[in-house]
């Protein structure tokens, strides 16, 4: 087992203050809320500090942390409690803290134990318990599912792990991996849930199996944007295309089409192909986005005409707008 | 403790349920005085608003908005007109992020570094 240095998650010094602490705690805990954070280890470091404050916010656990910190970390970072240690803290039976013990590490559990076991008598779902019944409807279990943007134009079938609670033979709460393939619709947006009836955590004594809530989506995509509804591919022109006007071939999600490019087009001009965006009720639009691109070289005769065009196109200032 | 099973393949079903204030309650682990609340303060919003809170329906969407509002009152000590304006913020950061993204791609696109 690995020694968790408390004071390190929180960045503070052994001799911080209580009030030192919970300046840090709180600081930290808003950085880091897996609600607020967009970094990927959000959620542990947030469980990491949870766990931290709990210890060092309360004197008596922090001093029988202190002690054991002294002497049974080992000089290569594992851990190991000192023979005969017993917390005197006692966590998780006294209800003083309303933290939920499930989610702290081993650590946690072998310094200050009873924590899991105390609080999963409370109730199934979270330690909240406010229900009273032995029949219990089981936990939904909520998830995200990123989709591919050509999923989301074909629909797909996609397997997805997550994990449920439910009692053991002996009546306690147990986690366990649940895999499923489910086979998603077409046309989801970002954001929109999907319901799995009955394949959450399943029910205590005979209620009823929670859901499964799957919040989709969105996974980048190498060549298109999404707007809204819109799908956004820029589509590179060379610059005679632009002048003269072309029909190109564009990519769209999952084939391709022949596009109008109007004679004198400029680079940035969007085009809009309705009702190829995202699939829907309502489908959106593709829209090119005009990019004007040079050959590497130009060849000999190319910067010929280029010439004959300057002088041809001599009253055109393209910086007008600048006022120079 | 855990075991692995075997691979089921599950069709997904009314992707646009709706929930009564009886049934989010439920599932949100709360009394309905805190939905009400977060319906006032507009944290969360029925699909129809209508006087009679019997008749509300709830989507999806709610539910996970009101498990996040749960987590941040929670964690982080909350009050109510504190947790709308944090949602509020939290909506809009995450759509200028989404914005960033979307603008960088282009940006690079037009950069030429496919």
Redesign the interface.
Known sequence: MDFKDYYAVLGVSESASPEDIKKAY?KL??KY????S?EDDADAK?KDL?EAYEVLKDPEKRAEYDELRKYGARPDGSFEPPPGWQSASGFGRGGYT?ADARQFSDFFEEIFGGGRGGNSGQGF??G?G?RQSNRM?GE?V?ARLALFLEEVFQGC?K?VSF?VHEA?DHGRI????????????AGMRE???????G?GSPGIGGGEAGDL?I?VELA?H?LF???GRDV?V?V?IAPWEAALGAQITVPTVGSRVKVKVPRGSS?GRRLRLKGKGLPGKHPGDQIV?L?I?MPEQHSEQAEKLYQALAEAEVNFNPRSKLHV | ???????????????Q?TLTLREIC??G?CHAEFVIKLVSYGIIAPVEEGPEERQWQF???A??RL??AQ??Q???NINLPGLAMSLDL?DEVQQM?REV??LN??LR??M?E?
């Open positions: 709180r805990a808003r809320h897996p609600d607020v967009k947030f949870g309303d779902s979270g909240r406010f409807r939904d909520h079938e397997q994990r053991d147990v986690a366990r991996q649940k895999n499923l393939k489910v086979k998603i619709p954001g929109q849930h999907l319901r799995l009836k394949q809530l919040e980048p190498p944007s999404v707007e956004v820029t590179p680079g986005l990019q691109v | 403790m855990t075991r692995k099973d075997s691979i089921l393949t599950v069709d997904v079903d009314e992707p349920m439920e599932r682990e989507d999806l969407a539910l996970a498990r996040k987590r941040l929670h964690d982080l939290l992020r993204d979307r791609q282009q696109q037009l030429g496919w």
